[in-house]
């Protein structure tokens, strides 16, 4: 499908799946820029977004594209589910629908970005949603978080991601690991960890030891281009494939989502 053919597909799928579609032609056409919209989907679920901002496009990601969840990585009614870097919570929100007999914990570092999930997760009156306000990493501390001058989605520690743009702004945040995590919440197994952590990925799967890793039955990720040793997602699937992962990957050269999908 060509890109112009997909950006009719897409904003047809959008259309269809609003109640109160009109507003999404409004925010299209740069009518409702600057506003606070409340989407009403047909699923039940509501979503607030910044108008004019990414935060639409990655609800129409999850929404239109299911670009976390192809063939075989549907969610199911008594999941656990893990979602780092849940933005707003457009993942989140909609993982909860599905997995309303189970438990979704969704991690957020950025203080405004956090706020805006706290919102969503209240208007769904989703109470299977754990909110973590933190980072995913290495090591449980407290970093600099770059913040993109034009994505509400891509703050991150890895700032050379966004190619040729400058951070204008960083804000320090706390850290956790997946280890800390599974301990504290006491967590014998995950049944779905959905990650969009703009590099921080290959940190935090590195160090997650295997008695964490063989609790994880499947992963649905975003990869990206990162400077270091291995940090790359052809070094990933290895990884995971040496882990006892079936993984399938889409790169950046072939694929405009570049992803990875390991499963067990």
């Not at 594209?65 to 933005?87: L, M, Q, W």
């Not at 006491?186 to 940190?203: N, R, S």
Request: overall charge negative; aromatic content about 8%; glycine content about 6%.
């Amino acid at each position: 499908m060509s890109v112009a053919a997909y950006g009719i597909y897409s904003d047809v799928s959008m259309v269809a799946s609003l109640r109160n579609w009109p507003s999404y032609v409004a925010e299209r056409t740069g009518m409702a820029s600057g506003k606070d919209l409340t989407y009403r989907l047909r699923n039940g679920a509501v979503i607030k977004v910044r108008a004019g901002t990414s935060d639409t496009e990655l609800l129409r990601e999850v929404l239109v594209s299911k670009c976390y969840n192809p063939p075989g990585f549907e969610i199911g009614r008594d999941d656990t589910v893990v979602d780092i870097g849940a933005h707003i919570g457009s993942f989140s929100i909609l993982a909860s629908k599905l997995a309303d007999k189970g438990i979704i914990h969704s991690f957020e570092p950025m203080p405004d970005n956090f706020a805006r999930l706290r919102e969503n997760v209240a208007l769904n009156n989703a109470k299977n949603i754990k909110l973590h306000e933190s980072a995913v990493s290495h090591s449980i501390d407290v970093r600099t978080l770059s913040i993109s001058p034009s994505h509400t989605g891509s703050h991150s520690f890895y700032p050379q991601i966004w190619s040729e743009e400058k951070p204008v702004q960083e804000v320090t945040v706390n850290t956790t690991t997946m280890k800390a995590f599974v301990d504290s919440e006491g967590i014998d197994h995950i049944d779905f960890l959905k990650m969009d952590c703009e590099g921080a990925e290959y940190e935090i799967l590195y160090s997650c030891p295997d008695e964490v890793l063989n609790r994880i039955r499947r992963i649905s990720m975003e990869h990206h281009q990162v400077d270091g040793k291995d940090a790359n997602p052809h070094a990933l699937k290895k990884y995971l494939e040496n882990k006892g992962f079936s993984v399938d990957a889409k790169f950046y050269e072939t694929d405009n989502y570049p992803m990875i999908y390991a499963r067990r």
